[in-house]
């Protein structure tokens, strides 16, 4: 009903126009806006979109670009299925703008989002002010308070009024988040498919206090001061095989039910990588793409990799449906197999001699033996610069170790 409120009034903002005559998106610019508060329609989550043909478009988020092919029309309507994660915008077009919802079907419970989109607009946020501080560097933050707060490490780029940058956590980062700074306050935001974020934060004496939402659904306060040694914990030391446990056994079916384990012989003798992932994690098919590097540039020497997906719906059908468009999209070469629902309780049970499931994606490194050698959990993506220069690196040189005993 919220929703139904809030789109009427989107509508009568827009009650000048009337249904545009030509239902194809316009070539250009574009600014998609979602409304993530039915009772705030100032809170809102922008992201920037370059339409190249009626047929195709660009997702912008700083160095991120996202390319989306499944656009179709019907009379007014407009309908964008984006790539890896199947989530989607349904709209109506009104001249140089588009109102509709955005559906995420990666969530166990759907609830649409009402957006807007405008053509020939890029301003994320509006810049009203010169900036009178500098967000740029690393910044020590935490998230909520009390025993439910969690750490990370803000790292920020400022160039006069524009900033980009990430958070890193232990287990993975926030990706490519993009964003102004207007006197002493900042607003960053992305959309990805999966995730839609927004960062606001005011810095006062050195020190930042800010909230962040996610989607409609979430929002918590953040505190964060600055630093020049971010430390955060070993991802390497996080999770751990359990006293009484050797090796990392399981058998689960792959999409076409075939059951598939360890012991088979195409893994025997070899050097695999274990990939707990899920479809529906941005840092997953981060990933996902560099796992697919690795395996196209070591599997003649022995690389083997496995992936094993852990979905919000715990049903054969729907991972199908699931992990044949996260392959295709993302060109995966590798097994990919369903191990069980994605709740991380839930999780564990399906690998018992795990310590626990932290976090999607976790790598567990597997020598010739048979023997487990590290355990990354998380995953520092594109997004981190420098720390992810240093993943791979590292996970490059354990590879080769492992691969010329």
């Known amino acids: 009903m919220k929703n139904l409120i809030l789109l009427v009034l989107l509508l009568l903002f827009?009650?000048?126009?009337?249904?545009?005559?030509?239902?194809?998106?316009?070539?250009?610019n574009w600014l998609f806006?979602?409304?993530?508060?039915?009772?705030?329609?100032?809170?809102?989550?922008?992201?920037?979109?370059?339409?190249?043909?009626?047929?195709?478009?660009?997702?912008?988020?700083?160095?991120?670009?996202?390319e989306v092919k499944e656009i179709s029309y019907k009379e007014d309507s407009v309908f964008i299925k984006m790539p890896v994660f199947g989530s989607e915008f349904k709209g109506k077009f009104f001249k140089n703008s588009i109102t509709g919802d955005y559906y995420n079907y990666n969530k166990t419970k759907i609830s649409p989002i009402p957006f807007i989109a405008r053509f020939d607009e890029e301003n994320r946020?509006?810049?009203?002010?010169?900036?009178?501080?500098?967000?740029?560097?690393?910044w020590k933050a935490t998230f909520g308070s009390g025993e439910r707060s969690s750490d990370a490490v803000g790292v920020f780029t400022q160039n006069k009024n524009l900033i980009t940058g990430t958070f890193q956590t232990e287990v993975g980062d926030f990706r490519y988040l993009e964003g102004v700074v207007n006197g002493n306050r900042m607003q960053m935001s992305c959309f990805d498919g999966a995730h839609a974020f927004l960062f606001t934060a005011t810095q006062t004496d050195g020190k930042l206090e800010g909230m962040f939402y996610s989607g409609d659904t979430w929002k918590q306060s953040w505190i964060a001061e600055?630093?020049?040694?971010?430390?955060?914990?070993?991802?390497?030391?996080?999770?751990?095989?359990?006293?009484?446990?050797?090796?990392?056994?399981?058998?689960?079916?792959?999409?076409?039910?075939?059951?598939?384990?360890?012991?088979?012989?195409?893994?025997?003798?070899?050097?695999?990588?274990?990939?707990?992932?899920?479809?529906?994690?941005?840092?997953?098919?981060?990933?996902?793409?560099?796992?697919?590097?690795?395996?196209?540039k070591y599997n003649v020497k022995g690389l083997e990799i496995i992936g094993l997906?852990?979905?919000?719906?715990?049903?054969?059908?729907?991972?199908?449906?699931?992990?044949?468009?996260?392959?295709?999209?993302?060109?995966?070469?590798?097994?990919?197999?369903?191990?069980?629902?994605?709740?991380?309780?839930?999780?564990?049970?399906?690998?018992p001699m795990l310590n626990?499931?932290?976090?999607?994606?976790?790598?567990?490194?597997?020598?010739?033996?048979?023997?487990?050698?590290?355990?990354?959990?998380?995953?520092?993506?594109?997004?981190?610069?420098?720390?992810?220069?240093?993943?791979?690196k590292e996970t490059r040189q354990l590879i080769e170790e492992l691969l010329n005993e």
Request: charged share 30%.
């Open 14 to 28: 827009f009650s000048c126009d009337s249904p545009g005559t030509k239902s194809e998106l316009k070539s250009g």
């Open 226 to 296: 600055r630093t020049d040694n971010p430390v955060l914990g070993d991802m390497k030391k996080l999770t751990y095989i359990k006293s009484g446990f050797d090796k990392l056994s399981f058998s689960f079916p792959n999409d076409n039910g075939e059951t598939i384990s360890l012991d088979d012989e195409k893994f025997k003798n070899k050097v695999v990588i274990v990939q707990i992932f899920g479809t529906w994690c941005p840092n997953c098919m981060d990933e996902t793409r560099y796992l697919v590097e690795l395996y196209n």
């Open 356 to 392: 626990k499931i932290i976090s999607y994606p976790t790598a567990i490194f597997i020598d010739r033996k048979g023997e487990i050698r590290e355990i990354h959990t998380g995953f520092s993506g594109p997004g981190t610069g420098d720390n992810y220069d240093h993943y791979k």
């Open 309 to 351: 997906d852990f979905e919000t719906k715990n049903e054969f059908e729907y991972f199908k449906t699931r992990i044949n468009r996260f392959r295709n999209d993302l060109n995966v070469p590798y097994e990919l197999l369903l191990a069980g629902p994605a709740n991380k309780t839930e999780a564990a049970k399906s690998l």
């Open 33 to 66: 806006e979602l409304y993530v508060d039915n009772e705030n329609r100032d809170l809102k989550i922008p992201f920037n979109v370059e339409v190249v043909s009626a047929n195709e478009l660009i997702i912008k988020n700083a160095d991120e670009r996202i």
């Open 125 to 138: 946020f509006s810049v009203s002010n010169p900036p009178t501080t500098q967000f740029s560097g690393n």
